[in-house]
């Protein structure tokens, strides 16, 4: 059974870093595009960064470039999401996501969310003083 379980969200002030963490089961990273989404309340699910394990090629969405950096550990089967000078428009509740990688690119997958196969339950990231 496939299952990605996230960690590593809370509260943290604006400029802060937080370390989200999706370990994955059921299944192993080769082969896979494993992203990280956030949804903010009443908002769209948006993908915020992907990565192709195959060849560790990345996608960001715009307005993280620079701050996060997404990672995987292969032996792990465990994918990171490092946050750094986080923004109070940075809160959302992050989800973990994975999709068959041998045609998918990293890009693909993150800017058309209907291409994941499977979701982690989310984690809430706050950003507030």
């Known amino acids: 059974q496939l299952q990605l379980v996230e960690s590593g969200g809370g509260l943290v002030q604006p400029g802060g870093s937080l370390r989200l963490s999706c370990a994955t089961s059921g299944f192993t990273l080769d082969y896979k595009v494993i992203g990280w989404f956030r949804q903010a309340p009443g908002k769209e699910r948006e993908g915020v960064s992907c990565?192709?394990?195959?060849?560790?090629?990345?996608y960001y969405l715009d307005s993280v470039k620079g701050r996060f950096t997404i990672s995987r550990d292969n032996a792990k089967n465990t994918v990171y999401l490092q946050m750094n000078s986080l923004k109070p428009e940075d809160t959302a509740v992050y989800y973990c996501a994975q999709a068959p990688g041998v045609f998918l690119s990293a890009q693909a997958m993150c800017v058309r969310p209907s291409r994941v196969g499977s979701w982690g339950q989310g984690t809430q990231v706050t950003v507030s003083s």
């Open positions: 990565i192709k394990s195959s060849d560790g090629s990345t």
